[in-house]
Every structure is written in C-alpha cells, then in structure tokens.
C-alpha cells in the first residue's frame, strides 16, 4: 500500500521527507469514499476541517466500517512501522540532526493524545514534571476541508515526535490548502527560545506543498518546524481530502541539538482550549550558551 522507499529528503531548515505517489490512485479514490461515507464526524477546526480522530467512538466506527482506512490504520498504527520510518530519517540526516533526549520505551496501539479543552494549570497537571521513560502512540486523523480552511504557522504540540500528511486529492495550485514549511528570517547559530506561534513578519517560506493525489509528506517535530496551510478556495475543484496524524510520547518532547537541550515551557492561561491549541514555547536550557 506505502511505497516508503521513494521517501526522499528536501532541503530545508528541518527534517523533512517527502514522496508522490506514495498511495496509488485507486487507494487513494477508496479513502475518499470511505471518508465522504462517514455520516458523522468528531470535530470541525480551523475553519472548515472535519476530523474523525483516533481515539473517539466515532473513529472505532468507522475504521470497523472502512476497510482500506482500516488497513492504512493497522499499518501506521504499528512499532515497527514506526521504526522504519525513523531508520529513514537517520538515513537521509546523519549529521547537526535534532533528537529526542529520551527514547519511547514502548509503543503502546490502543493509546492516543487526548482532545480535550483544558486551561494551563490543567494541561501540566496532564502531562506531568517526568518527562523520562516515554511512551510512543500514533495519533491520526481521517478529514476533509470546505473553502476557507487554513493554518496559521506554527509548531505542533510538544508531545509530538514526527508528523506526517497524506494528500488523497488533486489541488491546483491557485485555490491554496497548499502545506507550507517556513523558517526564522534572522540567521542564528543558536536560538534562546522556539515560540509555538511566532509572528507572521518573523518568518519567511521556505516550501510549499500543494495538494496531490497519493503524496505524503513527513517531517521532524523539532522546535523550529514551522509550518502552516495557505487558505483553501473550494471553487471548481474537489473538496481537501487528506490523511493528518504524528507519532507522539505520553510525555513533552526534551529535544536535544549539537550539546545543548530545549525544554518545553506552557504559557499560563485561565483560557480552556484544545491542548493543540495551547501556546507552547521550547527554552534553551542554559541560556549561557546562547549567542
């Protein structure tokens, strides 16, 4: 079903892979009549993105009622799925590479990331001080976008260790929803602080991705992968089909680049919301070494 072996690295100020026709076309075509089936879904975001998330009872239905999501499931949702897909990154970036300080030690199926709205004080009760002896879950969703969907830039949640997307649809390039990857327009060797969301002005594009059929694309959840989603313009063209999900610990991610190390620090707010939509930013460690 995944041709990951056509997975190649672009250049970019993190790890990404990426690949078309990954998925073939007939697949492709399954997922989307298996989604547009769906009489019911979880959650609408950002917009006009509908999800039906791991985890929820709508998406247990579901994948007992779709069997090519259900086979795409059962193949991502698996350790050693898991570790290929990190062998290919330690493959294509064997050098000034981010990593996690701790390893998963053990990749549980039947867990997935909480959506639930809570406050800040809420949220670090969630995940706890100990962040040592993670463990490692997939996280997944199955959506479809209307017209005026889009992504601010920003960094995923803290927890997160890589993120990947699947295109099931063709998109022209005018009418958006293309995935954009962008980087911190000031050059640094080092930088003191990665906000969650920084400013629009602050960054600059780096690549777009628009919508095709079959391709997917991976990339590390560092501190720095900034990324958004143009606005989407559903006029002449079919509705944003796609796959969304990451591979998460149980615990926030202590990222580790070169020698030095970022700790995640959760901006205090009385505010109930999403736990992905909670200001997160990462902190160097020792800010004595930072330039």
Same mark, same amino acid.
């Given at each position: 079903m995944l041709k990951i072996n056509k997975l190649k690295k672009i250049k970019s100020n993190f790890p990404v892979i990426v690949g078309e026709k990954i998925? &073939? /076309?007939s697949v492709c075509n399954s997922l989307i009549k298996e989604i547009s089936n769906s009489k019911n879904f979880d959650d609408m975001i950002m917009g006009g993105r509908s999800r039906i998330n791991k985890g929820s009872k709508n998406f247990n239905k579901y994948i007992l009622g779709s069997k090519i999501s259900k086979k795409l499931f059962t193949t991502f949702n698996t350790e050693s799925f898991y570790k290929k897909i990190d062998k290919k990154f330690k493959t294509?970036? /064997?050098s000034n590479?981010?990593?996690s300080l701790f390893k998963p030690k053990i990749f549980n199926k039947k867990k997935y990331t909480l959506k639930r709205k809570v406050n800040s004080k809420e949220l670090e009760r969630l995940l706890g001080k100990n962040y040592k002896n993670p463990n490692l879950n997939l996280d997944i969703d199955f959506s479809v976008s209307k017209g005026g969907y889009r992504l601010r830039p920003h960094r995923d949640d803290i927890n997160r260790i890589y993120n990947f997307l699947?295109?099931?649809?063709?998109?022209p390039k005018k009418n958006g929803g293309s995935l954009t990857l962008y980087k911190k327009k000031a050059n640094k060797n080092l930088r003191k602080k990665f906000r969650?969301?920084?400013?629009?002005?602050?960054? &600059? /594009?780096v690549k777009e991705f628009p919508p095709k059929k079959g391709s997917i694309i991976f990339f590390k959840s560092t501190p720095? &992968?900034?990324h958004g989603v143009t606005r989407f313009k559903e006029k002449n063209c079919p509705k944003r089909f796609f796959i969304y999900? &990451?591979?998460?610990?149980?615990?926030p991610v202590i990222w /580790?680049?070169?020698n030095f190390e970022y700790h995640p620090y959760i901006v205090a707010t009385k505010k109930r919301m999403l736990t992905s939509f909670h200001d997160s930013n990462y902190l160097l460690k020792s800010s004595n070494h930072a330039n």
């Amino acid at each position: 079903m995944l041709k990951i072996n056509k997975l190649k690295k672009i250049k970019s100020n993190f790890p990404v892979i990426v690949g078309e026709k990954i998925i &073939s /076309k007939s697949v492709c075509n399954s997922l989307i009549k298996e989604i547009s089936n769906s009489k019911n879904f979880d959650d609408m975001i950002m917009g006009g993105r509908s999800r039906i998330n791991k985890g929820s009872k709508n998406f247990n239905k579901y994948i007992l009622g779709s069997k090519i999501s259900k086979k795409l499931f059962t193949t991502f949702n698996t350790e050693s799925f898991y570790k290929k897909i990190d062998k290919k990154f330690k493959t294509e970036f /064997k050098s000034n590479i981010w990593e996690s300080l701790f390893k998963p030690k053990i990749f549980n199926k039947k867990k997935y990331t909480l959506k639930r709205k809570v406050n800040s004080k809420e949220l670090e009760r969630l995940l706890g001080k100990n962040y040592k002896n993670p463990n490692l879950n997939l996280d997944i969703d199955f959506s479809v976008s209307k017209g005026g969907y889009r992504l601010r830039p920003h960094r995923d949640d803290i927890n997160r260790i890589y993120n990947f997307l699947i295109y099931l649809t063709d998109i022209p390039k005018k009418n958006g929803g293309s995935l954009t990857l962008y980087k911190k327009k000031a050059n640094k060797n080092l930088r003191k602080k990665f906000r969650r969301f920084p400013k629009i002005n602050e960054l &600059s /594009k780096v690549k777009e991705f628009p919508p095709k059929k079959g391709s997917i694309i991976f990339f590390k959840s560092t501190p720095n &992968s900034y990324h958004g989603v143009t606005r989407f313009k559903e006029k002449n063209c079919p509705k944003r089909f796609f796959i969304y999900g &990451s591979y998460a610990f149980n615990k926030p991610v202590i990222w /580790k680049f070169k020698n030095f190390e970022y700790h995640p620090y959760i901006v205090a707010t009385k505010k109930r919301m999403l736990t992905s939509f909670h200001d997160s930013n990462y902190l160097l460690k020792s800010s004595n070494h930072a330039n």
